[in-house]
Structures are given as structure tokens and as C-alpha cells.
């Protein structure tokens, strides 16, 4: 099971109100990683989304919800920070897990586990459609563009992890699953120079 929230910027949270979780989130440090083999920890709450450090059951620190069907909530964020300063666009997206919020009913499936990895994964690729999007846009757009670009990678995320988590039933139908891992993979790879 996966649940998602967007985490965007201050200058961005005034552009794009309708986006904004119910609950109000801590915003996350825009720093990007030096090092690919380091996870970093944002107000130790988040980790960033890396190819080399896969998530363990230990990152699941949540407390699940006993009334949830699912055994296991991978919560995981698009966050987003874009500005026009002295006519310079920039722009930062991470993809973050929060440990917090992830839980599991059973530390012990690898099958479960993969099947959260799997969600984290598709997170960054969104992350990275995300980069190469907001790559075409710059001052003299932004005003206009930025809010249909982000509500709409916004928008794919949520439907593609629901149809993941239908399509391999929630990680139950393991060739379904075996699938979207090679998809995703090769999304991945596609996408390699927005990572």
C-alpha cells in the first residue's frame, strides 16, 4: 500500500494552494546529495530516494494501523522547490520516504518489502518525469506553467501507484509484479540524466 503527499516550497505553496496536504507538513532541506551512497536524512524524518541504499524494514518506524486491511504503508513525497531570483530559474524535486508515517504488520516478508521498494521506485520516477518537465519552463513561464506541470505529475503519481497496487494486487500477484519491476527499472534507466 502506498500514500503519498506533495511537499512544495513556501514561494511555491502561495502559487499552488489547491495542492497543499490536509495536514501541514515540515519542509524539506532543497540541499542535493553529494554523495550517491549516502541516503540523507532530512530533520531525520526523511530519507532521499538513492540506487544504492534499498529500503530495509527498519525505516518502517510508523505505527501500523491495526484497522487497515494492508500489511504494510510505504509513505513517500514529491517534494518540489521551484524560484525566479535576479531572473534565474531553479528548481529542486527530491524524492523522500518517511519513515514516520511507513509502517509494516510483518517485518519479515522479503516479498512485502520489494513490493514497498517497488513504490519508492515509482516515486522517483515521477520524481524524474517531474525534473525533465520543469527543465522546459523558466522566469517568463513560470507564473503560468508552473502550476499545470507540477498538478499534473501530481495527478500521474497517485493514478500509476493506485494501478500498481490493483494491477499486482497489492503485491500478491507476483508475476504482475515481476512486470512493473522490469518497467520501472527501465523508467529508471530512461530517465537516468534527470536523477
Not at 524535486?93 to 520489494?114: A, D, G, M
Not at 518537465?133 to 493506485?162: G, M, P, S
Not at 518497467?183 to 534507466?189: T, W
Request: proline share 4%.
Amino acid at each position: 500500500m502506498f500514500t503519498f503527499t506533495l511537499l512544495l516550497s513556501l514561494w511555491a505553496r502561495i502559487l499552488l494552494p489547491v495542492l497543499l496536504p490536509a495536514a501541514p507538513v515540515p519542509p524539506v532541506n532543497a540541499a542535493t546529495p553529494t554523495d550517491a551512497l549516502v541516503v540523507e536524512k532530512f530533520n531525520n524524518e526523511q530519507l532521499t530516494w538513492s540506487a544504492h541504499r534499498r529500503l530495509t524494514w527498519e525505516d518502517f518506524k510508523g505505527q501500523p494501523d491495526e484497522e487497515n486491511k494492508h500489511h504494510a504503508l510505504t509513505a513517500a513525497n514529491l517534494a518540489v522547490n521551484a524560484k525566479c531570483k535576479d531572473n534565474q530559474y531553479t528548481y529542486i524535486v527530491n524524492c523522500v520516504f518517511l519513515p514516520e508515517q511507513s509502517w509494516t504488520k510483518n517485518k519479515h516478508s522479503e516479498k512485502l518489502l520489494i513490493h514497498e521498494q517497488l513504490h519508492f521506485d515509482l516515486t522517483e520516477v515521477h520524481a524524474r518525469q517531474l525534473r525533465r518537465d520543469l527543465q522546459q519552463l523558466d522566469c517568463k513561464r513560470i507564473k503560468t506553467d508552473l502550476n499545470a506541470v507540477v498538478a499534473n505529475a501530481f495527478k500521474n503519481w497517485k493514478a500509476e501507484q493506485d494501478h500498481f497496487d490493483q494491477a499486482s494486487r497489492h503485491g500478491v500477484d507476483k508475476q504482475e509484479q515481476q512486470v512493473w519491476a522490469a518497467g520501472i527499472a527501465k523508467r529508471l534507466q530512461q530517465l537516468e540524466s534527470y536523477q
